[in-house]
T-cell receptor, first 116, second 111 residues
Framework: DQQVKQNSPSLSVQEGRISILNCDYTNSMFDYFLWYKKYPAEGPTFLISISSIKDKNEDGRFTVFLNKSAKHLSLHIVPSQPGDSAVYFCAASVGGIIQGAQKLVFGQGTRLTINP | DTGVSQDPRHKITKRGQNVTFRCDPISEHNRLYWYRQTLGQGPEFLTYFQNEAQLEKSRLLSDRFSAERPKGSFSTLEIQRTEQGDSAMYLC?????????FGEGSRLTVL
């Protein structure tokens, strides 16, 4: 039972354009969502998060959108840079920003390649 | 470097042998987690500690797996009688509210 799904295993984007990574979830109890970036041979690195009381959170080139009714979130990267090439995981948890991040449920990941 | 550190980074062992991984969390974080990641999948939760107390264990953690955090600082994850299906990346993480910081992982290869 995959509670968090990233249906695109890979995505290729031209440098300077927008990258949009998608994530769907099934558990309506999830109330805190995170995106992680992973380079080969390294652990996942936290990128950005969003609480279910918001529908958008922005940090520099990264914006996360949350559509609770559709149980869908997306990560927008603009403009995309070659250093953004990595595997991106979305993750979800129950318990909000205080209790949250105790036990994350991760998607399968999307490999993003930024072409020069 | 004040991040989460794990040792060893890579372990190759024969089936049936025991292995132990160590994790040193970020010093001010009192929560410590173990996750496992297999090829093509996201990390899966195994267990977590609040200080020295192990508060939750996933059903993925069979009887062959044991985790400890004896003094509320570093943690060890031991796998007894390893099987080929145990081959994976074992990730340790520590947290402050709202954010989980991962180490670089310990990759286990069981031959």
């Amino acid at each position: 039972d995959q509670q968090v799904k990233q249906n695109s295993p890979s995505l290729s984007v031209q440098e300077g354009r927008i990258s949009i990574l998608n994530c769907d979830y099934t558990n309506s109890m999830f109330d805190y969502f995170l995106w992680y970036k992973k380079y080969p041979a390294e652990g996942p690195t936290f990128l950005i998060s969003i609480s279910s009381i918001k529908d958008k959170n922005e940090d520099g080139r990264f914006t996360v959108f949350l559509n609770k009714s559709a149980k869908h979130l997306s990560l927008h990267i603009v403009p995309s840079q070659p250093g953004d090439s990595a595997v991106y995981f979305c993750a979800a948890s129950v318990g909000g920003i205080i209790q949250g991040a105790q036990k994350l449920v991760f998607g399968q990941g999307t490999r993003l390649t930024i072409n020069p | 470097d004040t991040g989460v550190s794990q040792d060893p980074r890579h372990k190759i062992t024969k089936r049936g042998q025991n292995v132990t991984f160590r994790c040193d969390p970020i010093s001010e974080h009192n929560r410590l987690y173990w996750y496992r990641q297999t090829l093509g999948q996201g990390p899966e939760f195994l267990t977590y500690f609040q200080n020295e107390a192990q508060l939750e264990k996933s059903r993925l953690l069979s009887d062959r797996f044991s985790a400890e955090r004896p003094k509320g600082s570093f943690s060890t994850l031991e796998i007894q009688r390893t099987e080929q299906g145990d081959s994976a990346m074992y990730l340790c993480a520590s947290s402050r509210p709202g954010e989980l910081f991962f180490g670089e992982g310990s990759r286990l290869t069981v031959l």
